[in-house]
């Protein structure tokens, strides 16, 4: 990895990630492995004007040791000075970047009972900060490559090899090479062309289906649209969530999901990778998971019962088959990546942004949308060479949005 690279990606992240502005904080949340990269980014965030950037360390080993050793209750509080650094975000939203080059096995040996029931513990008490923060600051997920992670995808090559395929891969993906603002300005540009074609069909359902089982219906609020890309905050400052993003996506009725959904690719859950499984939905629920290994199919049972909105969509979102992420033949074994390969949805929170005016809602009206509420948020990928998905729109005529596993439209 050259330097030069690196300066230019962490320039990026600053300028067109989270798109600092003047007297902003920033909050980088970034593995000690990447040390010298997260200090990159510390001081474009400065450059670009940042009054203040602090940084939260992480490390994979030391997070598989707390779940060994600590006792499920101590590891399920929510002390205070914990409580109140959310306080302190929810009132200065700050920018988030977060650098991610996790260790797809970091907690294979763990205890995944013990992992979800801390998740569900914990998640309500954040989510209560969390939630009044939506729509409000710039985040923004970037991926830079770990050798755990390298060797995970390349186990024949040596180390150094390995590192490099990875870099080369999150290089192509994430659209890093030659004028990297120039290359992002495009690709915004044309996934926002085509949310201007979807939201211009008006549409009232999608119906999936492939030959993996897929076949399933969701039904879209009337009040939504299709995002994409770069998002803007209530305040009027537009950012990059994800780096790489290939996705069209909105927020359906939660109430509508009818009929099973398999998923094309292998999930990573709380350092597990998930595969081969899929959800029955009744009445936009969730009534049934589907797995072939029972360890799994527990977790996701338990992921679906986190709470009441974790067992309904929060989003749908339409990438094609012919995504560069996919075109590289690699299963990434990390969302970031994955779930910007092909079609995925997601069961738990939806999102506020896809609503015009949101903020200008009253709670009763906000209450009163079919926007699905949850602490949690987890992708899973559907798209396969095959899939269909037409829509159902409101003039009551039908259009084919996919055919073969991308764009019809």
Same mark, same amino acid.
């Given at each position: 990895?050259?330097?030069?690279?690196?300066?230019?990606?962490?320039?990026?992240?600053?300028?067109?990630?989270?798109?600092?502005?003047?007297?902003?904080?920033?909050?980088?949340?970034?593995?000690?492995?990447?040390?010298?990269?997260?200090?990159?980014?510390?001081?474009?965030?400065?450059?670009?004007?940042?009054?203040?950037?602090?940084?939260?360390?992480?490390?994979?080993?030391?997070?598989a040791?707390?779940?060994?050793?600590?006792?499920?209750?101590a590891?399920?509080?929510?002390?205070?000075?914990?409580?109140?650094?959310?306080?302190y975000?929810?009132?200065?939203?700050?920018?988030?970047?977060?650098?991610d080059?996790?260790?797809?096995?970091?907690?294979?040996a763990?205890?995944?009972?013990?992992?979800?029931?801390?998740?569900?513990?914990?998640?309500?008490?954040?989510?209560?900060?969390?939630?009044?923060?939506?729509?409000?600051?710039?985040?923004?997920?970037?991926?830079?490559?770990?050798?755990?992670?390298?060797? @995970?995808?390349?186990p024949?090559?040596?180390?150094?090899?390995?590192?490099?395929?990875?870099?080369?891969?999150?290089?192509?993906t994430?659209?890093?090479?030659?004028?990297?603002?120039?290359?992002?300005?495009?690709?915004?540009k044309?996934?926002?062309?085509?949310?201007?074609?979807?939201?211009?069909?008006?549409? @009232? @359902?999608?119906?999936? @289906?492939?030959?993996?089982?897929?076949?399933?219906?969701?039904?879209?609020?009337?009040?939504?649209?299709?995002?994409?890309?770069s998002?803007?905050?209530?305040?009027g400052?537009?950012?990059?969530?994800?780096?790489?993003?290939?996705?069209?996506?909105?927020?359906?009725?939660?109430?509508?999901?009818?009929?099973?959904?398999?998923?094309?690719?292998?999930?990573?859950?709380?350092?597990?990778?998930?595969?081969?499984?899929g959800f029955r939905?009744?009445?936009?629920?969730?009534?049934?998971?589907?797995?072939?290994?029972?360890?799994?199919?527990?977790?996701?049972?338990?992921?679906?019962?986190?709470?009441?909105?974790a067992s309904?969509?929060?989003?749908?979102?339409?990438?094609?088959?012919?995504?560069?992420?996919?075109?590289?033949?690699?299963?990434?074994?990390?969302?970031?990546?994955?779930?910007?390969?092909?079609?995925?949805?997601?069961?738990?929170?939806?999102?506020?942004?896809?609503?015009?005016?949101?903020?200008?809602?009253?709670?009763?009206?906000?209450?009163?949308?079919p926007?699905?509420?949850?602490?949690?948020?987890?992708d899973?990928?559907?798209?396969?060479?095959?899939?269909?998905?037409?829509?159902?729109?409101?003039?009551?005529?039908e259009?084919?949005?996919?055919?073969?596993?991308?764009?019809?439209?």
């Amino acid at each position: 990895m050259k330097k030069s690279d690196l300066e230019k990606y962490a320039r990026l992240i600053a300028r067109k990630g989270v798109n600092v502005q003047p007297g902003q904080q920033v909050i980088v949340n970034v593995g000690v492995q990447d040390a010298e990269f997260g200090r990159m980014v510390v001081k474009e965030c400065y450059a670009a004007g940042a009054a203040k950037v602090d940084v939260d360390w992480s490390d994979d080993t030391m997070t598989a040791m707390h779940y060994q050793y600590a006792d499920q209750k101590a590891l399920s509080e929510f002390p205070k000075w914990e409580a109140e650094k959310w306080k302190y975000k929810a009132k200065h939203l700050p920018c988030l970047i977060y650098i991610d080059s996790s260790d797809p096995d970091a907690m294979n040996a763990i205890d995944q009972d013990k992992m979800m029931a801390v998740r569900r513990a914990r998640s309500p008490k954040i989510w209560k900060f969390r939630k009044p923060m939506e729509g409000h600051y710039q985040w923004t997920i970037v991926a830079m490559p770990s050798p755990a992670w390298a060797k @995970k995808l390349f186990p024949e090559d040596t180390e150094k090899s390995a590192m490099e395929k990875l870099w080369k891969a999150i290089m192509k993906t994430a659209r890093l090479e030659g004028d990297l603002v120039r290359n992002w300005d495009a690709h915004t540009k044309s996934l926002a062309d085509k949310c201007a074609a979807l939201n211009a069909l008006h549409i @009232k @359902k999608l119906k999936y @289906k492939n030959s993996l089982g897929t076949d399933f219906t969701v039904g879209l609020m009337p009040e939504a649209i299709f995002c994409a890309g770069s998002e803007t905050t209530f305040e009027g400052v537009t950012f990059l969530p994800n780096m790489p993003t290939e996705e069209c996506f909105t927020s359906p009725d939660n109430r509508t999901a009818e009929g099973v959904v398999m998923a094309a690719l292998p999930l990573s859950l709380m350092g597990k990778v998930v595969k081969d499984f899929g959800f029955r939905f009744e009445k936009g629920k969730v009534v049934e998971v589907i797995a072939r290994n029972e360890e799994e199919k527990q977790m996701l049972e338990s992921l679906v019962a986190m709470d009441e909105g974790a067992s309904r969509l929060g989003e749908v979102a339409l990438v094609p088959f012919t995504s560069p992420v996919n075109e590289t033949g690699l299963l990434f074994y990390n969302t970031l990546f994955d779930e910007n390969a092909v079609c995925h949805l997601a069961i738990g929170m939806g999102f506020n942004d896809v609503i015009p005016g949101y903020e200008k809602m009253t709670e009763e009206e906000q209450a009163a949308l079919p926007l699905n509420d949850s602490s949690v948020h987890t992708d899973f990928m559907i798209g396969t060479a095959d899939l269909s998905i037409i829509s159902e729109n409101e003039d009551g005529t039908e259009t084919v949005i996919f055919k073969d596993g991308t764009w019809a439209i």
